[in-house]
């Protein structure tokens, strides 16, 4: 696993030294910034403190031997703050209104979620790092793919958890025209249309535990040869990508990045009657937008998130999780306060130095 994260992380760090300009490192730093002026407006001096709501479409769909099990998170919703500055974008969950819970039998009230999200765009680079947990699902389909003879009354209920950490590496190939940090953070804005090749490298763990919930009406029908309990899921993906920015009457914009590639993979798993590790390579896709306006004070938008990755556990019998979520925002620009002033000039000094780094690899 080791020898195969650093033949990965070379082989990134062979395109992006690959990509470099051959003149003097620090003149090419300085002619990328002046060159992005006639295509790029920066709000490099504002703080931009916003509201958001985040949609969950954390959906795990189960495939067996002809049965689809399609689980959603019972409290799919979160509300919380956040802010953004220069390359940086930051967001945490707040608050989690639990809705609807009169609609599931079982343990309604045992069930939440948290979600925290930061991004990190400088022109060249950029960074996501993603991690939701949920606690409590239920069968989203089951009376279109389930024999329900025995199912209750209510929406079956399943005390199961999943985690999810991702972290994203991202190299941007046309720096000047084309923001990624425009349509994603909202700290820069395209003055026209543009687009770039977008190359993701992106690690991930994630976890799910089925517990003991699944009901006896259920587990008659599924795979008996690999009836999933719990695992833990390792993977690298390396996703090309490209990415298209439209900009509308000046203020607005509306943004899609789409990419998909390979998935290396490590699975520790375990069924109702053996436990597995796996070594394995399958795919997975990787889709973000945004879409929104810019004002001099005002801006406001949303975002969405398409990540999909499949893990086959046995023959016939997958897991296809997909960690998507819509993102609601609305945000207010401010000076930096004085007692910010010195922390904004350590990001700047930071993104400088990190650029100069790479560039000089």
């Known amino acids: 696993m080791k020898l195969l994260l650093s033949l990965i992380l070379c082989t990134h760090i062979c395109w992006i030294a690959a990509a470099q300009d051959k003149p003097n490192p620090v003149d090419g730093e300085d002619s990328l910034y002046i060159k992005r002026e006639n295509y790029v407006i920066s709000a490099r001096q504002k703080l931009t403190i916003f509201i958001f709501s985040t949609r969950y479409l954390n959906g795990k769909l189960f495939t067996n031997p002809g049965i689809n099990n399609y689980y959603f998170p019972i409290s799919p919703l979160n509300i919380g703050l956040g802010f953004s500055h220069k390359w940086l974008a930051v967001n945490i969950a707040m608050y989690t209104p639990h809705l609807g819970k009169n609609k599931y039998d079982g343990q309604g009230s045992?069930?939440?979620?948290?979600?925290?999200?930061?991004?990190?765009?400088?022109?060249?680079y950029g960074l996501d790092i993603l991690?939701?947990?949920?606690?409590?699902?239920?069968?989203?389909n089951y009376n279109g793919y389930v024999d329900v003879t025995g199912a209750p009354d209510k929406t079956p209920y399943f005390d199961m958890s999943t985690k999810r950490f991702t972290m994203n590496l991202l190299r941007i190939f046309n720096p000047i025209r084309y923001s990624m940090n425009a349509t994603m953070i909202g700290g820069e804005m395209q003055k026209n249309n543009a687009s770039s090749f977008i190359l993701n490298t992106s690690f991930s763990f994630s976890n799910f535990d089925m517990s003991d919930s699944i009901p006896e009406f259920l587990l008659a029908q599924m795979n008996q040869d690999a009836i999933f309990k719990k695992g833990n899921f390792y993977s690298i993906a390396i996703m090309p990508g490209y990415g298209f920015t439209w900009i509308i009457n000046k203020r607005f914009y509306l943004g899609i990045i789409p990419a998909i590639g390979p998935s290396f993979q490590y699975k520790s798993m375990t069924f109702e009657d053996e436990h597995d590790n796996r070594f394995a390579v399958s795919y997975r896709v990787l889709a973000k937008a945004g879409a929104g306006f810019h004002a001099k004070r005002w801006t406001a938008g949303f975002s969405v998130l398409y990540d999909n990755e499949l893990f086959h556990l046995a023959p016939q019998t997958n897991i296809f999780n997909n960690n998507g979520k819509v993102i609601l925002k609305v945000g207010y620009k401010i000076n930096v306060p004085k007692w910010g002033k010195g922390l904004s000039k350590k990001m700047t000094d930071m993104q400088d130095r990190f650029e100069h780094t790479i560039h000089n690899f």
């Open 110 to 124: 045992k069930y939440e979620n948290f979600n925290l999200q930061a991004l990190a765009y400088t022109p060249r």
């Open 131 to 140: 991690y939701s947990q949920n606690l409590g699902y239920f069968l989203g």
